[in-house]
């Protein structure tokens, strides 16, 4: 999961573990742990993970026709 994959690489580059990580967010290491196997965490968890993490997550929706054919996409 990309999501995930970068949540590990903001982790890594803070230097902080699941353990650091599940003091901040106040819950068990355990389920850190299971976020990160899961690989498809909510997105109330993503919101939480970002929020400790110091950082935000930008999601946008835009209409398709404001955006490329698919075909033109590399």
């Not at 903001?10 to 230097?15: D, P, Y």
């Not at 106040?26 to 976020?35: E, G, L, P, T």
């Not at 993490?53 to 054919?69: N, Q, R, Y």
Request: aromatic residues 6%.
């Amino acid at each position: 999961n990309e999501l995930m994959a970068e949540i590990e690489r903001i982790c890594k580059l803070k230097g902080i573990s699941q353990k650091e990580l599940a003091q901040k967010m106040h819950i068990a290491q355990q389920n850190v742990s299971h976020i990160f196997s899961n690989n498809n965490p909510s997105y109330l968890a993503l919101l939480y993970l970002c929020d400790d993490l110091d950082v935000c997550m930008d999601i946008k929706f835009i209409d398709k026709k404001f955006t490329e054919k698919k075909d033109d996409i590399i």
